[in-house]
């Protein structure tokens, strides 16, 4: 639904070269520290920016040349940027009416009155999370085909976090055929929601993959010298130096469960990986 | 672009009781001056509100999620020359009305006619004001663009003084040449300078909404 | 039927999700023609993603087990009975395993406990 053909922006001390895609039906994670690209390649997809190679398509059209109608389709998140701190809820609703053939005014304040969010206070009174809160609620407010999540449970404490999941997989559940980009710090929210995750690292994706296979197939192995001598490095994607010896992350945890027993093999968790990939040595 | 306009309304509702304290004001200090104060007065604080709008768009970052919404570059542009074009005239009627209504109550030396074809003058002005103050406001953004409208101002002004200094030192002579002018009827000229800076406002709008597709947010 | 999972198991997910699918056929808390949880659903419930849940009802699929009719659903196939057959004629296996390490331990010959097996198969069939 959603792709990056060989995407490139460069600013004088960051560049960004990536290619991506999000298919309908499922949910994709974009995951990477602070400045490693995840907002650049997010205003890329919504056209924020001038790329200086490359391109982006939403449904095969490039994302240039989006129409109202189009744009009405997809549902969007930013980190830092939303709505006039100087308007209200009600402000708001107002305002979505006009610009959303499909906005249903009644449920969108309904929600907002469930979430507790105060409609005559300018939002720029807000709380962190109340803000957050609310951002999502106005991308949830029209039907989307596809929805770019930019960190949107930032500031959340783990509660309404899982709420917010909770939401995500409902908006998945009433149409077959719809999608999300989502990008987060925080791996475990991606770990129990995406289906597969990007991991990016400096403007480079370094790694692609379904995350079922993460959480099955990779595996952190700890080994000290004499361990790691005999392993077969065939399987090994990275090495880290540690106190004891070497960690090691691998792409087929089974191989070195079955072929070294006694080796210390554990389960992967998105975390670990991201360490691994971006910390460790490459072999 | 209709939700465009309704945010501006909301953003402008906050600003309302300033509004009634420039009316007042206006009304008291009208009393005494001549029939243009008021509508030039209300036109010039119509034109910083506009800017105000601007100022908000662009405070937070807010500009990359406006443009996430079904909002094209050019009907953002469009959205803000209407309405800055309805408040000024809007600020411009008003202005009007407040001059008739004093002259009603105390009227002063000047006709009623007279009073009403001068302040008919200020939509040209209006048109003028906007179709230098948009670009600029769009290019530098609320801050710089402000100090960037009084610099061209001032080199309006200046430029002004020094072809009439050039006039002088030449020998053009440039009051014979008004005169002659006024042999056209007033209803003429009028128009010329409505239809004049009409023209310049269209071609402003292409302007603006070029430098705004050149951004990045 | 409820589906646990156990996070920190070594046993991958998907295969967690197959073996209690296939638990349930046997007990009979799923019959034949029971419809499964769809993907989305199951994956919102047990906060995984909806590959993994994919995945597991391909596999099950491709073994026979459940049938994915396009857009409708997934539904059992008629494997109860089978399942069931599966895992009894294991019993058995297990069973003859145990009587014949029995009649070798005794020293019994293989043409010897082959005539009795015949016999009492005439007797009781």
Request: overall charge negative; aromatic content about 8%; charged content about 25%.
């Amino acid at each position: 639904m959603l792709k990056m053909n060989q995407l490139r922006k460069n600013y004088p001390d960051f560049s960004l070269e990536c290619n991506m895609e999000v298919h309908p039906g499922c949910i994709t994670g974009l995951i990477g520290k602070n400045g490693a690209g995840k907002t650049t390649t997010f205003k890329a997809a919504l056209d924020l920016i001038h790329l200086d190679g490359g391109s982006v398509e939403f449904d095969g059209k490039n994302v240039k040349h989006l129409t109202g109608k189009d744009k009405e389709k997809i549902g969007v998140v930013l980190s830092d940027s939303g709505f006039s701190g100087y308007l209200t809820v009600k402000d708001i609703a107002v305002i979505l009416k006009r610009m959303y053939s499909d906005f249903d005014k009644e449920k969108f304040m309904a929600r907002c009155n469930r979430q507790q969010l105060p409609s005559d206070k300018k939002i720029k009174e807000f709380s962190t999370g109340m803000k957050a809160k609310l951002k999502i609620l106005i991308a949830l407010s029209h039907d989307t085909r596809l929805l770019i999540l930019d960190e949107p449970t930032a500031g959340l404490d783990v509660m309404a976090r899982e709420e917010i999941l909770g939401v995500l997989r409902e908006y998945m559940e009433e149409k077959e055929d719809r999608a999300i980009l989502i990008s987060s710090h925080i791996a475990t929210d991606l770990e129990n929601l995406c289906d597969d995750l990007y991991m990016i690292d400096n403007g480079r994706i370094v790694l692609h993959e379904e995350t079922n296979v993460l959480l099955d197939e990779y595996g952190v192995i700890k080994a000290d010298d004499t361990q790691y001598e005999k392993l077969d490095k065939k399987y090994l994607l990275r090495r880290k130096r540690e106190e004891f010896g070497w960690r090691c992350l691998t792409d087929h945890k089974c191989f070195y469960q079955e072929n070294y027993p006694g080796l210390i093999v554990e389960k992967g968790s998105i975390d670990e990986v991201i360490m691994m990939m971006i910390g460790g040595e490459r072999l | 672009m209709r939700g465009l306009m309704v945010k501006d309304i909301c953003l402008m509702k906050g600003q309302a009781k300033f509004m009634l304290l420039v009316l007042a004001i206006t009304v008291f200090l009208s009393y005494n001056t001549d029939g243009t104060f008021a509508a030039s007065y209300l036109v010039m604080i119509a034109s910083f509100l506009g800017i105000s709008t601007i100022s908000y768009d662009e405070s937070d970052n807010g500009y990359g999620f406006l443009f996430c919404l079904p909002v094209s570059r050019s009907q953002y542009v469009a959205a803000k020359y209407l309405f800055n074009l309805l408040l000024s005239v809007a600020a411009w009627i008003a202005g009007i009305g407040v001059t008739v209504i004093i002259w009603l109550v105390h009227p002063g030396e000047s006709g009623l006619t007279e009073l009403l074809i001068t302040n008919l003058f200020f939509l040209p002005v209006i048109f003028l004001i906007q179709s230098l103050m948009q670009p600029t406001m769009f290019q530098y953004g609320s801050e710089r663009g402000r100090i960037v409208l009084f610099v061209m101002i001032g080199v309006i002004v200046a430029v002004c003084y020094l072809v009439g200094k050039l006039c002088e030192l030449t020998g053009i002579d440039l009051s014979s040449w008004m005169e002659s002018l006024s042999q056209y009827s007033v209803g003429v000229i009028l128009l010329v300078f409505i239809l004049l800076s009409a023209v310049i406002l269209l071609i402003s709008v292409p302007i603006s909404v070029k430098i705004i597709r050149k951004k990045e947010f | 039927m409820h589906i646990i999972i156990n996070n920190s198991s070594m046993v991958p997910i998907y295969e967690q999700i197959m073996g209690q699918i296939k638990a349930a056929i046997l007990d009979g808390s799923l019959l034949t023609d029971a419809m499964l949880p769809s993907v989305r659903s199951l994956s919102k419930e047990l906060k995984i993603s909806a590959l993994t849940v994919k995945k597991a009802y391909d596999n099950l699929e491709e073994q026979g087990v459940v049938v994915t009719v396009h857009g409708k659903g997934t539904f059992v196939a008629a494997v109860g009975g089978q399942l069931r057959r599966e895992e009894e004629t294991q019993k058995i296996e297990r069973a003859l395993e145990q009587v014949i390490m029995q009649a070798k331990g005794l020293g019994l010959g293989k043409n010897e406990l082959s005539e009795l097996f015949v016999m009492l198969l005439d007797d009781i069939m």
